[in-house]
Structures are given as structure tokens and as C-alpha cells.
């Protein structure tokens, strides 16, 4: 048998450098195009101004505070109806178990990752404290329903749940 005889190459100056800046290019580019695609899919903040929304902190306090003394027992139900079409339906009753009548209720459906795939839900009342709405093309999987109920322009009740729609 013979040996080769290639003469093995030699790691020159050149050869190093051009190396360091091929693996270093890989990882700024990289690091680049996450930036960018974490960038561009963020959908944003929750408030544009949290000094604004801290000012607003004791009134809510205040609010939650109220809603809590007035005890309502409200039960939101999200469900898909034969027809793909997503119905939420809210049972209000006060303290003692009476219907709640004569509110203004909307739902809201926020997508835990992205917002700008959130829906609003106008609900209208059907009576002896039942309210219902629908939505048509809601895709399927993890949302928080924000729900709002309103007498007089004035915010009586607010919830926030995570839910999941099949």
C-alpha cells in the first residue's frame, strides 16, 4: 500500500479571519432576522401609557370594590353552534338571585398572544336576565373573555376569564 501523498493544507492567517467573519455573519444575520420577525409579530402593549392607566388605578380599586359589595352571579357561556357560529350567552342575576334586567352588556374576545385578532360581542337581552350574542368566523382555541356590563352609561360589572372555543 502507498501512502497519499497530498500534503495536508495549512491554516494560514487568512483562512482564520475569513472563518471568525463567516460564523460571526451567520450569527449577526441570524440575531438580525429574529429581531426583525419579534418586531414585526409583537402586537403591542396592553396600555399606550401606563402613567395614564395608573391614574385610573384608585378608580378602578373603587369599582371592583363596588362590584364586589353588590354580589352579582353572572355566568358567561362561550359555545359553537352547528353552523360554526360562536354564541355567548350571559345569565345575570343580583344577591339574591333575581334576574338583572335592564343592562348593557358586551363581550369581548382577546387573543392571549395577538390582538389583532381580537372581537367584539354586542349581546342583547332576551329576558328575565339572559343576554346573547354571536359571532361568525371566530377560529377555534384560547381566548380571555373581557365582559362589560353597563346601566346608565355607568360600568356595573367587569370580568376577565381564559376560556377555550373547539
Request: net charge positive.
Amino acid at each position: 500500500m502507498s501512502r497519499s501523498s497530498a500534503k495536508p493544507r495549512q491554516l494560514t492567517g487568512k483562512v482564520v479571519l475569513a472563518s471568525l467573519v463567516a460564523f460571526f455573519g451567520v450569527v449577526f444575520g441570524v440575531n438580525g432576522l429574529m429581531m426583525t420577525l419579534a418586531i414585526k409579530t409583537l402586537p403591542g402593549t396592553e396600555v399606550d401609557s401606563a402613567y395614564a392607566a395608573s391614574l385610573g388605578y384608585e378608580n378602578e380599586i373603587a369599582a371592583a370594590r363596588d362590584q364586589e359589595v353588590r354580589g352579582w352571579k353572572v355566568d358567561a357561556r362561550l359555545t359553537r353552534e352547528p353552523d360554526g357560529k360562536a354564541m355567548l350567552r350571559v345569565e345575570a342575576r343580583d344577591k339574591a338571585g333575581l334576574p338583572l334586567t335592564g343592562l348593557s352588556f358586551v363581550g369581548r374576545l382577546e387573543r392571549p398572544a395577538d390582538k389583532q385578532f381580537d372581537r367584539e360581542i354586542l349581546l342583547a337581552e332576551l329576558g328575565g336576565g339572559v343576554y346573547q350574542g354571536g359571532l361568525t368566523e371566530l377560529m377555534p382555541g384560547r381566548w380571555d373573555l373581557v365582559l362589560e356590563g353597563d346601566q346608565s352609561a355607568v360600568r356595573m360589572f367587569l370580568s376577565k376569564n381564559r376560556l377555550k372555543l373547539d
